[in-house]
């Protein structure tokens, strides 16, 4: 219907509700995890170290364990993979708030923290629903990814501000025991809308996604976007702290975050201008170019109000770039692995993270914390010149192939 608001019109498709509900609840414990860990284990342990090493042990986990249970999504159903691999990463979380109140040894809390690398990619699996619902109708489409990119910057805006409250304000293990009962209430109330999940593919014969034409670059794509993302969340926090401000750091990073959800929810409210791989270079260009803001704001006043201001205005590329990002990873994705596909960006985008917190660390404690501002823009123009050099590649091979195609008809003729 013209002139209806696009995402109530979204969600009048039958049974769209109640299965994004079900992954809102099951994505929010993605924004608590880390933070209630690292709480919990420092808090008990005294220790930030072996916190920091739990944490990472087990993003390594899931970096290798996500996309296979991706795999087996696609080939037997979402309820029958997603579930046992919520329940197994629920007994993970709930082995480590044991093995942390009973005092058990160091290592057997990396041990129970990779048990939860099961959890399944409930965004993914929330964005194969939309694509199975809405093939054919890609205006809608792209309002369904531009939703759903708004609804992972809420759950990580949100996740960490109430792991830290309920840690705080009640006992160190509060966050991880919520976020588990979230997790597997969500995945079971996700996965009993059987009528909008996608149909397994337990024969296909589709290839990798990453022998897909155009996968791989994306996913280098990701993974330096991901740095991104690593960088300015460790920088920011030291320049908090250098300043004497190191508890407004969360509210500095929830503004970034912020304006990449409203901005996620416009550029879903309206009609993309030409294919997605045209307008991923462009999407790129603006993260770049505005990424800028912080390293100006922290290198010229060293106000934190005024980071946070160009860190809101900075978020705000970030939306379009990721839903365009997904966009493509959808269309380039092999029919029957979409669920592998989307998985491999997320791991990318996950050792991204680790590559630009490890490297943004660094230079923070041993140039100056404002200098870790460098690493974001500089790691969106790596993305930029893979997007770039994809775009003009395929042009290129596009004009190839239709300058033989003319040539074989006038040839006929």
């Not at 049974?15 to 929010?28: D, I």
């Not at 109330?189 to 990798?208: G, K, L, V």
Request: charged share 10%; aromatic share 6%.
């Amino acid at each position: 219907m013209p002139g209806q608001n696009p995402y109530r019109r979204l969600l009048t498709v039958p049974g769209a509700r109640a299965f994004t509900a079900g992954n809102l609840l099951a994505r929010l414990p993605a924004g608590m995890f880390g933070v209630s860990a690292v709480v919990m284990i420092a808090g008990t342990r005294g220790s930030y170290a072996l916190a920091g090493a739990v944490t990472a042990t087990g993003l390594a986990a899931m970096a290798l364990t996500a996309p296979w249970i991706a795999r087996l999504v696609d080939r037997y159903g979402q309820a029958r993979i997603a579930v046992p691999a919520t329940l197994c990463a629920a007994l993970g979380s709930l082995a480590l708030v044991l093995c942390v109140r009973t005092g058990a040894p160091d290592w057997t809390l990396f041990a129970a923290y990779a048990a939860t690398a099961t959890t399944p990619n409930t965004g993914g699996m929330s964005r194969a629903r939309w694509n199975h619902l809405l093939k054919g109708d890609p205006e809608r489409l792209h309002t369904a990814n531009s939703f759903e990119q708004a609804v992972d910057e809420l759950c990580f805006m949100v996740g960490p501000v109430l792991a830290a409250f309920l840690c705080g304000t009640l006992f160190p293990e509060a966050g991880t025991l919520v976020a588990t009962f979230l997790l597997v209430s969500g995945v079971l109330i996700f996965t009993a809308q059987r009528s909008t999940e996608p149909p397994p593919h337990p024969r296909t014969a589709a290839a990798s996604p990453l022998r897909a034409p155009g996968v791989p670059p994306l996913l280098f794509c990701c993974l330096a976007l991901g740095a991104v993302f690593g960088a300015m969340e460790v920088t920011t926090i030291a320049f908090a702290d250098a300043r004497g401000h190191a508890s407004a750091a969360g509210l500095v990073l929830a503004l970034q975050a912020a304006g990449s959800c409203a901005a996620g929810l416009v550029y879903g409210a309206v009609r993309p201008s030409g294919p997605a791989a045209r307008r991923h270079p462009r999407t790129v260009a603006a993260m770049t170019v505005l990424l800028m803001l912080p390293l100006l704001a922290a290198g010229a006043v060293g106000s934190l109000p005024l980071l946070a201001g160009a860190l809101l205005v900075a978020g705000m590329a970030t939306a379009p770039t990721m839903v365009t990002t997904m966009a493509l990873v959808q269309e380039r994705t092999p029919v029957g692995r979409l669920n592998e596909g989307m998985t491999l960006a997320v791991t990318g985008l996950l050792g991204g993270i680790a590559v630009g917190s490890a490297s943004a660390g660094w230079i923070a404690e041993h140039v100056s914390p404002t200098a870790g501002y460098l690493v974001p823009p500089a790691a969106a123009a790596t993305a930029l010149l893979v997007s770039a050099a994809a775009t003009a590649r395929a042009a290129g091979a596009a004009a190839r192939t239709g300058g033989r195609d003319a040539a074989a008809l006038s040839g006929a003729d």
